[in-house]
């Protein structure tokens, strides 16, 4: 399978110039989701395009910037609620994945992040279900890794204009 590159919204355009290839999705995995503890909205959201890579079996890395934080909220939460609700694709729990890795600290979701899960509304669980049919079944779980750095420039949205312009003129 092959690798599969996308960029989070707004903070992780920073990482643009540092890609090798131009050869990368855009998701928008918002913060404030989680913090809000908004699951399905979470779900509703993400972009088919990282749910049916995930389903077909490639390894997609997720790039964001945490605002004066070395792992952004999306990434060490967000990606972690993502990934568990699609290894529902392979119709087993692994408990011992469910692990949320924040600085130096971890956190049990296992409980929590099934229940939420269960509870998604009617349009995440038809989303799941959507890339389901597509799922290979060679494989155990998604591969979703995320890489995140710490920025100064959170909220400067013309520093992140720039870059876009300057990589896609």
């Not at 399978?1 to 992780?12: A, D, V």
């Not at 070395?70 to 692994?94: H, K, P």
């Not at 989303?127 to 920025?151: A, D, E």
Request: proline residues 1%; positive net charge.
């Amino acid at each position: 399978m092959e690798q599969k590159h996308f960029i989070n919204l707004t903070n992780g355009i920073e990482y643009i110039p540092k890609l090798e290839s131009k050869d990368y999705g855009f998701v928008r995995i918002q913060s404030t989701h989680c913090e809000q503890k908004q699951w399905s909205r979470l779900i509703e959201e993400v972009d088919y395009s990282l749910l049916i890579n995930l389903a077909i079996g490639n390894e997609c890395f997720v790039y964001d910037y945490g605002a004066r934080k070395e792992v952004s909220r999306a990434i060490w939460q967000g990606l972690t609620f993502i990934r568990t609700a699609c290894n529902y694709w392979f119709y087993q729990i692994d408990y011992s994945r469910i692990v949320v890795i924040r600085g130096n600290s971890e956190k049990d979701c296992t409980d929590y992040f099934y229940r939420e899960i269960k509870s998604l509304s009617e349009i995440a669980k038809k989303k799941l279900r959507y890339c389901l049919k597509f799922v290979n079944q060679n494989k155990k779980s998604v591969q979703l890794i995320g890489i995140s750095k710490s920025t100064m420039m959170d909220g400067n949205l013309q520093f992140y204009k720039e870059i876009l312009q300057k990589h896609f003129n």
